[in-house]
């Protein structure tokens, strides 16, 4: 049912910063919980961060957490990931998700993904 599309990706020095957007088309967005997840080449996706169905809660990776804020505009049908002090570490191909069940372990809907690059 919904569809995906992410943006705002690409290339910034280390310490730098990216906000990344994912639209949605669907009608029943307030209802999914949202999420980024990230792949690195020769590494296993992993989540980045996760957003509740109504905005009041939110989880970070450890990896993440004080540098990465994830939000939603749900009048927008839009997920941000502002990314701040970005890493070379950071560097990967960016999904944003949803999830019907409200856990984003369990996303049902995938965008195609943004590719972020963090030069040193």
Request: glycine content about 10%; aromatic content about 10%; proline content about 2%.
């Amino acid at each position: 049912q919904e569809q995906l599309v992410e943006s705002g990706g690409g290339l910034v020095q280390a310490g730098g910063s990216l906000r990344l957007s994912c639209a949605a088309s669907g009608r029943t967005f307030s209802s999914y919980a949202l999420g980024w997840f990230r792949q690195a080449p020769g590494k296993e996706r992993e989540i980045v961060a996760s957003i509740s169905r109504s905005g009041t809660s939110t989880y970070y990776a450890d990896s993440v957490k004080g540098r990465f804020t994830i939000s939603r505009d749900n009048a927008k049908n839009t997920v941000y990931l502002q990314m701040n002090s970005l890493k070379p570490e950071d560097t990967a191909v960016y999904f944003c998700t949803a999830a019907r069940t409200g856990r984003t372990l369990e996303s049902d809907y995938w965008g195609q993904g943004t590719q972020v690059t963090v030069s040193s």
